[in-house]
């Protein structure tokens, strides 16, 4: 039977934690446990810290990071990983960059430790800092810090040394170090290089986003780096085995442990254990170590089942079910996908299947006999796609604070919103008193979205301890369950007649542990409207923590196998793939993106590149489509005060799109002011209602909800203008204009006693796709429209893959936001390219242990696989859509498998069909 | 427990702890720290003086057990006589980790195997009965298979330090005896880590000196672009003497629970001329000798073309 840290009775075929024998499942509660001895004495060390000499007394067991952090409070280095591997933690020691992380405190004893709160001041940033804040060169800002001391240190070598700016492969092997989840590589590797050629040495930029000042001085503050007075850790303990009965458990031993404040208990005795992970009980102390010990303490025996374990267990009819027919649990299960669950019968542990094309096409079978008999023009393959873990670089974590009967959440959440109004069901109090704060999220990816365990275990803790409780996943955590886009396998067809495209079938499984809604065939149902279509989705549950949406949910997948597919029948015929895609797309947004797609000049200059021999060349373009989604409910206030002060709020989240500069910029647009004038606020429940950071909504929702709010300020003004006697005052840039002149707002505001206005999300012209509203969630009548190309170069030896070059281009309405828009597409190709080439899910087959646990076995594109990316925006269109303006997040993900697997096809004759596109893979699939 | 001697002798006596590990960097140590089997007991060398300086030596060089790898990659004198060790130091891990880490941590450090590095997990080289990498088809494991534990060994320095024919100095409590560092890894059957007795360490590496001939060169074949553990990496030193190649060393890594000489591709290159068939014949011999599992066999594809990548390189220095 499975391994478990806490020791196991195998004789009963039971397992068993805590310290003490247990006792049989009726037994009263064990006495209390021996308890490990209290930590060694510390030791004192002297560090010159950012300038300053400090005494200090350690623990010598701890990491630099700890002391830097806690006793420091110095929170601008990050926890990320905790082995080294990511970056978030590094400061200076005598100058050369270390992860704190691994570092032992005692180290620093007389050295020199420089933290990025040593860097620069406002007015007096490092010029590493200002290129940073100039050229956008972050998103959800967690490990920024990170990027910005090495950068600086960087700086500084070259400057000593006269060296001056570094090309792009320098500055990408002196990031090697830093993992960006968010994948703003494109424009940390810019802003280093132009800050080393001396760009910024001479004065501050304006920054690109709102807060990025922020973010790089370390001065936003996370979750993660809540510290409130008298505020406790909590951990958690979770089941070793992924199957399994919780016959009992008794939370009480924990408390005899030094330092520990409460226990919960999450599960109860009977409890159906189905995943490695999932939460037991918590524990809150003074310390990590301390909770750690009181988890350890807890009384626990489970009868473990077998588990079911990948799709091919879950496909198989024999095993037993991770549902069982009775189990209420089975009526609803997580929700993998970000739409509705569609109703399924279950089949064994298979669910389905749910048609999203929903009219059954004869058609499409008939045609698809038709090409295979008298043509041979059909394409039939079967895709095979990993599961790719979210692990943003914050991970999840809550602070809360539990006082007359009030709740106060910090949290790294999506839905600051969503989440009070869950908070105060979950907990049965009123919504006023309950106050959700998420002022800077450290990234999320669809894996935030919702109330999550942690927000809960830390409110039960808080209030059961009577103090602040912050609980935050490590990575090994995160890694585990925290999130993960599903496995799937895709059996497609595509049938073409003549020059065109008859017919597309696609059969797909998704494995997403215990979560369902695989809706992986639904994006082609938008595509390519004369193929008939038969588009089937079936769920396959298995003992695995859930998966979770993950930015553009089911997109990529169905892409790799469409796109593919559409190249392979182009082929088929004899026709370039760009012209068979304009004959048989529809969409007049894509007719654009093609025109323009032919003057990029690596297409071009496609058909010269080297195709034989051991490195091949190739180009491969992949179309995408998305949703318009938008939050009807969406309010924006603007509060408006007599010294001139603007603020724009709503009880939104940025979780490193930018958000707070869409709503700047939405209000100055209509004032006719900088949007530097405007102050903003997010992040906080109180406000009104804002959207969730997920479906690529949030621009959809705010921008008009702004920009109504704004043009009532501005009618407010103008009353005031009339008011105080202003001749024939209209509106004008910054002001209003008037038979004596120009005044502008905010002497306008000076007159006034203040404005407070609230802005709502109008309807669209047309009203919206369906009737339907999922919370306040409604479907535009519109698509987005994706095109991506890229070049590819492929090591037929060493099975290595590089992609150089990237075109992308999207069709979303009006930029609300230029250079967050642009960000935003530099981070979806790179986790595209990461998707495709790198990262997979791991779990062992036998017990369902995840072995990707951590950033060295997990792995992500860095900034030497980052291509250099022309960016392309058309921006006609979507007339109707109140604003203009439409999300792009998810639609800008969505190609990059699919025109990655065309290049390498277009460069070697071998099409791969298993992401990720590993090195065995191609030396294997070009050697055949 | 943790303690901070501040002399050699005294480092060595409080080693003799059973368990006790020493501390230099501690960047594997802390990366451990939750693992159930990480050790309690820690001799910090903080303190100790003389561990960290790189000096030449009659006969070649004395690297300093606490010399930092940072330090190895950007030694001048290193990177004109031995291109291939300071590339194999400039190329492993990330910057901030060779910032920190040193020469005698990076020889003794742990495997990454997945399974030995997973909280949850008990492998044989925790004690368990069997392994579970194996058991489960590790595609990462070692295509030359030679004991219960399929964990490539993951120094990188040991393979450059191979190809110098590295000594290594141990000091124990009364005497400081040298130790090849072939010998140090054994035959891999014991399992992939070096180990000492206790009341020994690691103090220096001696590397021979290069001839005046030779060339080298250190490869990394991985799917990133930077800072991931290799798929198959190799230092290789060629001596061309009169157009014969008169010394060859081929030391590969990720492929068996030691650093792997290969002496069969060295036979193959010594008295040929340093021509690419010559080497492609070499590199094949190399992979002709795996014996892998049918989870790592896809590995033994990636070596001849390393190797050759790396022979190429070498040959243009030689």
């Not at chain 1, 050295?111 to 007096?124: C, F, M, N, S």
């Not at chain 2, 060089?61 to 004198?77: C, K, N, S």
Request: proline share 7%; aromatic share 6%; hydrophobic share 45%.
């Amino acid at each position: 039977m499975a391994v478990s840290r806490r020791g196991f009775l195998e004789g009963l075929g039971l397992l068993a934690g805590g310290l003490a024998a247990t006792g049989p499942a009726t037994a009263a509660p064990p006495a209390p446990t021996t308890v490990p001895p209290p930590p060694p004495g510390e030791l004192p060390i002297t560090v010159t810290v950012n300038g300053a000499p400090i005494a200090l007394s350690v623990r010598p067991e701890a990491s630099a990071l700890s002391v830097i952090r806690e006793q420091l409070g110095l929170r601008g280095a990050k926890f990320g990983c905790g082995h080294g591997a990511c970056g978030a933690c590094t400061v200076r020691v005598d100058d050369a960059p270390v992860c704190a992380c691994v570092l032992p405190a005692t180290s620093l004893h007389g050295r020199a430790l420089g933290t990025v709160e040593g860097l620069g001041a406002p007015g007096a940033h490092h010029p590493v800092q200002r290129a940073f804040a100039a050229l956008d060169a972050l998103q959800c800002g967690y490990c920024t810090p990170g990027f910005v001391v090495e950068a600086a240190a960087l700086y500084d070598q070259r400057k000593a040394t006269g060296l001056g700016a570094p090309t792009r492969e320098e500055a990408a092997a002196a990031l090697a170090g830093h993992i960006c989840r968010c994948g703003a590589y494109e424009n940390i590797l810019a802003a280093v290089i132009s800050a080393c050629r001396g760009d910024y040495d001479a004065a501050e930029p304006e920054p690109s986003r709102v807060e990025a000042w922020e973010k790089v001085t370390g001065r936003a503050r996370y979750t993660a780096d809540v510290a409130l007075p008298g505020q406790l850790v909590g951990r958690f303990l979770r089941a070793p085995v992924a199957a399994g009965t919780l016959v009992w458990i008794d939370v009480g031993p924990a408390l005899a442990v030094p330092g520990v404040r409460a226990a919960v208990g999450l599960a109860g005795g009977g409890a159906m254990i189905r995943y490695v992970g999932q939460p037991l009980a918590c524990v809150a102390a003074d310390d990590l170590a301390a909770a750690r010990r009181g988890a350890a303490a807890i009384q626990w025996q489970i009868a473990p089942g077998v588990p079911v374990i990948g799709m091919e267990a879950g496909r198989d009819a024999s095993r037993a079910p991770v549902y069982a027919e009775d189990d209420p649990a089975r009526a609803k299960p997580p929700n993998a996908s970000e739409g509705p669950v569609i109703g399924g019968a279950w089949n064994g542990n298979v669910r389905g299947p749910s048609k999203s094309h929903y009219f059954a096409n004869p058609i499409a079978a008939v045609r698809m006999t038709d090409a295979a008999a008298e043509r041979g023009e059909r394409f039939q393959a079967t895709f095979q796609v990993a599961a790719q873990s979210h692990t943003a670089m914050e991970p999840h974590g809550a602070v809360a604070d539990v006082k007359d009967g009030k709740i106060t959440l910090y949290v790294s959440t999506q839905s600051v919103d969503w989440l009070a109004h869950d908070l105060a069901e979950r907990f049965e109090v009123d919504r006023a008193d309950v106050h959700v704060i998420a002022e800077h999220v450290g990234g999320a990816f669809g894996a935030k979205a919702g109330l999550e365990i942690e927000s809960v275990a830390a409110v039960l803790l808080s209030r059961e301890a009577k103090r602040p409780v912050r609980i935050t996943l490590d990575r090994a955590e995160e890694l585990l369950v925290g999130g993960y886009r599903p496995g799937h396998a895709l059996s497609v067809a595509g049938a073409r007649s003549g020059s065109a495209f008859a017919a597309y079938t696609a059969e797909v499984y998704g494995d997403g542990g215990v979560a369902v809604g695989n809706n992986a065939s639904l994006p082609a149902r938008m595509m390519y409207p004369d193929a008939a279509k038969e588009l089937l989705d079936w769920d396959v549950v298995t003992h695995v923590a859930p998966g979770r949406p993950f930015r553009g949910p089911g997109g990529p997948p169905a892409m790799f196998a469409l796109e593919q597919t559409v190249d392979a029948l182009a082929r088929m015929g004899g026709d370039d793939p760009l012209d068979a895609r304009r004959r048989w797309d529809a969409n007049p947004a894509r007719a654009r993106l093609y025109d323009r797609l032919e003057a990029w000049a690596p297409w071009g200059g496609r058909l010269a590149l080297p195709r034989t021999g051991r490195i091949r060349r190739g180009v491969g373009l992949a179309a995408g489509v998305w949703y318009y989604f938008l939050d009807v409910n969406t309010q924006v206030s603007l509060k408006a005060t007599t010294d001139g002060a603007i603020t724009v709020a709503t009880a939104t989240q940025d979780v490193g799109t930018g958000v707070r500069t869409v709503l700047a910029r939405a209000v100055a647009r209509v004032l006719g002011v900088p949007p530097a004038t405007i102050g903003v606020r997010i992040g906080d429940s109180r406000d009104p209602s804002g959207p969730l950071a997920g479906g690529s909504r949030s621009t959809a929702s705010i921008v008009p909800a702004a920009e109504h709010a704004a043009e009532q300020l501005r009618d407010a003004l103008l009353e005031v203008a009339e008011e105080i006697g202003l001749v024939d005052p209209a509106i004008a840039e910054g002001g209003v204009r008037h038979a004596a002149g120009h005044t502008p707002w905010t002497e306008l505001l000076a007159r006034s006693a203040g404005v407070d206005v609230v802005g709502r999300r109008r309807r669209d012209k047309g009203g919206y796709f369906l009737p339907l509203r999922f919370g306040g969630l409604a479907i535009g009548r519109a698509l987005t429209a994706g095109l991506v190309a890229c070049e590819v170069e492929v090591d037929t030896r060493l099975g290595r893959i590089r992609v150089p070059r990237v075109w992308a281009g999207y069709a979303v309405g009006r930029i609300a936001n230029p250079a967050g828009a642009r960000s935003q597409v530099h981070g979806a190709v790179l986790q595209g390219i990461s998707y495709a080439l790198y990262e997979e899910k791991r779990l062992d087959p036998t017990t369902g242990q995840v072995l990707t646990h951590d950033l060295e076995h997990y792995r992500v594109a860095l900034a030497g696989d980052a291509p250099e990316t022309e960016v392309v925006f058309d921006e006609a269109g979507f007339d109707d859509v109140r604003g203009g303006s439409v999300g792009l997040a998810e639609l800008a993900t969505v190609p990059l498998a699919g025109a990655i697997g065309n290049a390498v096809f277009d460069a070697t004759g071998w099409r791969p069909l298993e992401l990720p596109i590993r090195p065995d893979r191609v030396v294997a699939g070009v050697a055949s | 427990m943790i303690v901070f001697p501040t002399t050699l002798e005294a480092a060595v006596a409080a080693l003799k702890v059973d368990g006790a590990v020493p501390r230099a960097g501690g960047t594997d140590l802390l990366a451990r720290r939750g693992l159930p089997n990480a050790p309690r007991d820690a001799v910090d060398l903080r303190d100790v003086p003389g561990l960290d300086t790189i000096a030449p030596a009659a006969d070649g060089w004395r690297i300093g057990a606490r010399v930092r790898i940072a330090t190895l990659a950007a030694h001048p004198e290193l990177r004109g006589a031995t291109p291939g060790l300071a590339q194999a130091a400039g190329d492993l891990a990330t910057p901030q980790i060779r910032a920190v880490a040193t020469v005698g941590g990076n020889l003794m450090q742990h495997v990454r195997c997945a399974w030995y590095r997973h909280p949850d997990v008990r492998c044989w080289l925790r004690g368990g009965q069997t392994c579970p990498a194996r058991a489960a088809g590790d595609r990462e494991g070692s295509c030359f298979d030679l004991g219960p534990c399929l964990a490539p060994a993951p120094s990188t320095l040991a393979l450059a330090f191979l190809a110098w024919d590295a000594a290594v100095e141990i000091k124990g409590e009364r005497a400081v005896r040298v130790e090849d560092l072939e010998v140090l890894y054994g035959d891999g059957k014991a399992g992939p880590h070096p180990t000492l007795p206790p009341g020994e360490l690691v103090t220096a590496v001696r590397i021979a000196r290069p001839t005046s001939l030779e060339g080298s060169a250190y490869v990394r074949t991985s799917a990133r672009a930077h800072a991931e553990w290799p798929i198959i990496d190799v230092v290789v030193r060629l001596a061309v003497l009169d157009g014969k190649i008169t010394l060859a060393r081929v030391v590969l890594g990720g492929v068996a629970p030691i650093p792997w000489r290969s002496r069969v591709a060295e036979d193959a290159l010594v008295g040929q001329t340093p021509a690419d068939a010559v080497f492609a014949k070499a590199a094949a011999r190399a992979a002709g000798d795996a014996n892998p599992t049918a989870a790592t066999a896809w590995k033994v594809a990636m070596i001849a073309p390393t190797i050759e990548d790396a022979l190429a390189r070498a040959r243009e220095q030689a």
